[in-house]
């Protein structure tokens, strides 16, 4: 039988045990956790995650504040306004949501982030945190992910973990926490020769690429514990729009020994993971 590893089910369970949390410290008389949400341009799919994070903070009891400027911004004002977010005393996270409009250096304005209110943990000191084994802020999705694999006490020590995929909003992180917890791990990319040659030694099979269904059964070593991050938009047979991740899906999930469905995996999680890294910050700015 395979697991089917749902993370729509697990999100609920960490926000509903955040919200307590939350509710428990206003109910002391402090204020509530801020998280601070940069959206530049209308990009839709952005504004859909961006509104997605509004309504999950919401429910957990944080306060959010989306900064939704035009897409001429200049680099030097969303540079001010990271600044002064910076300084807020009310903000715990600030998160600038990706992508960004061409003419704006978004790895200039992520670095301008207070590394302790960088709850996406894409700062380069959060990042080097995490390379160094040292506790700080972690990159949600591949943060999802491991949650994801933890509550289905799935042991990943000393077993082969392929990552698909090497950027360093997901690939390159996740090799980093796979490696962390003892597994033997193999990063793919574009340029690497025969890649289903590599996907089929995998005990713990991660896709990060964004190409529809690319993963097919006879990619997969049966009993893989199979994790797609992919979220691809395709049109259905009957023209609606349709969320599909990177591995085929239906024609996999019979092999596997566990599957993250898409959606309802690790799309989820990942809101939960900045959900959390938000509490976290306030708990440790507070000191409570
Ligand atoms: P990027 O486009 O930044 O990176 C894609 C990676 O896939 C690159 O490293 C690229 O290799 C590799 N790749 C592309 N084509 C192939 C191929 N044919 N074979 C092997 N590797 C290939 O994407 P992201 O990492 O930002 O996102 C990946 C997917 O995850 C997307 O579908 C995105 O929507 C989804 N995503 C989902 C999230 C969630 O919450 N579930 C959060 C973030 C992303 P190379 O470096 O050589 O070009």
Redesign the pocket.
Same mark, same amino acid.
Request: hydrophobic share 45%; aromatic share 0%.
């Given at each position: 039988m395979t697991q089917i590893l749902d993370g729509k089910a697990l999100a609920a369970q960490v926000q509903s045990e955040l919200a307590q949390q939350v509710q428990a410290l206003t109910a002391q008389g402090h204020r509530p956790p801020g998280l601070a949400v940069i959206m530049v341009g209308d990009n839709p799919a952005s504004a859909a995650y961006v509104r997605n994070k509004e309504r999950a903070s919401g429910k957990v009891g944080i306060a959010s504040q989306v900064h939704h400027l035009p897409a001429t911004v200049p680099q030097a004002e969303v540079m001010a306004l990271i600044q002064h977010l910076n300084q807020d005393a009310n903000v715990d996270g600030i998160l600038v949501q990706l992508p960004l409009p061409d003419g704006l250096d978004a790895v200039a304005l992520l670095n301008t982030i207070d590394p302790d209110k960088d709850v996406d943990g894409l700062h380069p000191i959060n990042l080097g945190r995490l390379l160094r084994g040292e506790q700080g802020l972690r990159s949600?999705?591949p943060y999802?992910v491991m949650r994801l694999m933890a509550a289905h006490t799935i042991d990943l020590t000393g077993q082969q973990a392929v990552v *698909?995929?090497?950027?360093i909003? *997901?690939?390159k992180p996740m090799a980093i926490m796979l490696l962390e917890a003892n597994a033997t791990v193999t990063v793919?990319?574009?340029?690497?020769v025969d890649?289903p040659a590599l996907t089929r030694q995998a005990d713990i099979l991660v896709a990060?690429?964004?190409?529809p269904n690319?993963i097919t059964a006879d990619w997969v070593k049966p009993g893989a514990v199979v994790i797609d991050?992919? #979220?691809?938009r395709v049109e259905s047979p009957d023209g609606k729009a349709q969320l599909v991740g990177?591995v085929d899906y239906d024609a996999v999930a019979p092999i596997a020994s566990a599957i993250t469905p898409v959606p309802g995996? #690790?799309?989820p999680?990942?809101?939960a993971m900045l959900l959390e890294n938000t509490v976290t910050s306030y708990r440790q700015r507070l000191q409570i």
């Open positions: 949600c999705t999802g *698909v995929g090497r950027s909003l *997901v690939g793919a990319h574009a340029r690497t890649l990060a690429v964004g190409r690319m991050v992919g #979220i691809n990177d995996g #690790i799309g999680m990942t809101v």
